[in-house]
């Protein structure tokens, strides 16, 4: 039996416009670091790949609680009740990938990656 996708269609529909993601992480000190929609990348088994050039207090907070939270949306794609707009909240817990068959994926698409943000999704709910 197949496990329930996380990630609705409209999600995806999402990602394919541009708009900003925030991403946060407390473990040592609160912090928000952002990168574009463009740049996830989502595997088969529904986790975030993001490359990942800075990030450092981020990678700090994730040795400490693994935690974090995403938000991200896009004016370009309608909403609930044909709102102009729709966001997500992405729940998950973070890893840093630095080498292998993904790490070798995503530096080919984006060359000023020195690490890929991976995110474990455990919830995502849609916000407008």
Do not use: C
């Amino acid at each position: 039996m197949s496990e329930k996708k996380k990630l609705s269609e409209k999600f995806y529909e999402v990602i394919d416009h541009e708009g900003v993601v925030s991403i946060t992480s407390w473990g040592v000190v609160p912090h928000v670091v952002n990168t574009w929609n463009s740049f996830l990348v989502i595997t088969e088994d529904e986790r975030i790949l993001i490359p990942a050039y800075g990030f450092r207090k981020t990678e700090k907070n994730i040795k400490v609680n693994n935690e974090v939270k995403l938000t991200l949306g896009s004016k370009d794609v309608e909403g609930y009740k044909n709102y102009p707009g729709t966001g997500f909240l992405i729940e998950g817990t973070a890893a840093y990938i630095e080498s292998g068959e993904e790490y070798d994926f995503m530096k080919e698409k984006f060359s000023f990656l020195s690490r890929v943000f991976e995110v474990t999704v455990t919830k995502a709910k849609q916000m407008l």
